[in-house]
């Protein structure tokens, strides 16, 4: 195609002035097969001009993109599920509409209902609230109970936008979700004041550093005549997105993750456009902003983003979320064989001397022995009597 662009003046040329030659001889000639040649070359020149000419993004679509979409990380994936089951309603309490204040400071207090706004002190992250005064980055606000205060106000007429968001600062695109009010400092002026009957877009995402790819591309759409079945897709107008002179289309309203930045700076531009692709007639139509991409970040969010498991992260969705209990594993018993009791050695042989030292009564008697004996009465002596033989007559006769 960029070919055929190239030499599209040239063989548009060449198409006209057969064309011409064509015209004179079926006016000289009425031949039939001119008017088949002048068939051919309208088409030819039709052709060719749809290729010399298009919008830029066309244009920039035919060149080779650095900048490509993919599918939202897993991680991310995953937690978006736990959302799910909130439809959040985002209310201004003050300021308060078309109100003037004689300060050029302002404190914004907001309600936010089914949908619990905190941040994790360990994590760094939580369900929250994107506050945009005027056509400047938002502040987030993660306490309701807190007011948010932007100060050096000009004097005239301000805008303040609010949505609700998830820990990693995607939308949430229901049409309750979204909040806006325009107020007065000192005195009205026609600077940013939207119209209430034309659509109205607010940017959300990049900004700041980001330390992993893909980053997310967000913003909300605010259209009070549009029903909320068709804010998904877009009906009559679309955003064209420029990042870094790449310009593409989006006709869905939802976030877009996007790989092939440069390292270190980067600018977007969003615009709301017709069917024609003319900017709508309205403030804040046109917006760009920079970001920065450092590679290897160790925030929670590029951990996420890498897919890297982060212990705890489900408690970025519930303030009350309770870490399970640790699993306590029985540590293994080693098998031991059981060691027998040591016994007593034998007592040492006793010398042959000893032991018939110990064998032969001494002649002491022992103390127990002695002191049986005190205890015992004596014993009566017993009388031996004696029997004296007689002597034998063959006895006497022998005695000398």
């Not at 009070?224 to 790449?246: C, F, G, M, S």
Request: net charge neutral; glycine share 4%; charged share 20%.
């Amino acid at each position: 195609m960029e070919i055929f662009s190239a030499l599209a003046p040239q063989i548009r040329y060449i198409a006209l002035w057969s064309l011409g030659s064509a015209l004179k001889n079926i006016v000289r000639n009425k031949n039939l097969a001119a008017w088949l040649a002048i068939a051919i070359v309208a088409v030819v020149c039709f052709c060719l001009s749809a290729c010399g000419s298009g919008s830029p993004s066309a244009t920039l679509a035919s060149k080779t993109s650095l900048i490509s979409e993919v599918s939202p990380p897993v991680a991310i994936a995953k937690l978006a599920k736990l959302f799910d089951q909130y439809s959040p309603t985002v209310k201004f309490i003050s300021p308060q509409p078309d109100q003037v204040l004689l300060d050029n400071q302002v404190a914004v207090k907001i309600k936010v209902t089914d949908l619990p706004i905190f941040k994790n002190s360990e994590l760094g992250l939580g369900p929250h609230v994107h506050v945009a005064l005027d056509g400047q980055e938002y502040k987030a606000l993660y306490d309701q109970e807190q007011s948010l205060i932007f100060d050096n106000l000009a004097p005239g007429t301000h805008t303040l936008r609010a949505f609700a968001s998830r820990p990693w600062h995607e939308s949430f695109k229901n049409k309750t979700a979204y909040d806006q009010v325009t107020f007065h400092v000192f005195t009205p002026t026609v600077e940013n004041l939207p119209q209430p009957d034309q659509p109205l877009i607010t940017y959300s995402r990049p900004v700041g550093t980001y330390g992993a790819e893909p980053v997310m591309l967000d913003f909300y759409i605010h259209n009070p005549a549009l029903a909320q079945a068709d804010l998904e897709h877009i009906p009559d107008w679309k955003v064209r997105v420029t990042i870094n002179n790449e310009t593409f289309i989006s006709d869905r309203w939802q976030s877009i993750y996007l790989k092939g930045l440069n390292v270190g700076r980067n600018w977007v531009k969003l615009e709301l456009i017709d069917s024609k692709g003319l900017l709508i007639p309205n403030a804040y139509s046109s917006t760009a902003h920079l970001f920065t991409y450092q590679p290897n970040g160790t925030d929670t969010l590029s951990r996420l983003t890498r897919g890297e498991e982060i212990s705890n992260i489900a408690a970025i969705a519930d303030p009350n979320y309770v870490p399970p209990a640790p699993v306590v594993e029985p540590e293994p018993r080693a098998e031991t064989t059981p060691v027998a009791e040591p016994t007593a050695p034998p007592p040492p042989p006793i010398p042959q001397a000893e032991a018939t030292a110990e064998a032969t009564p001494s002649a002491t008697t022992p103390a127990k022995t002695e002191e049986v004996a005190k205890d015992k009465p004596p014993e009566k002596p017993k009388k031996i009597r004696l029997k004296l033989k007689k002597p034998t007559p063959l006895e006497t006769a022998h005695t000398p």
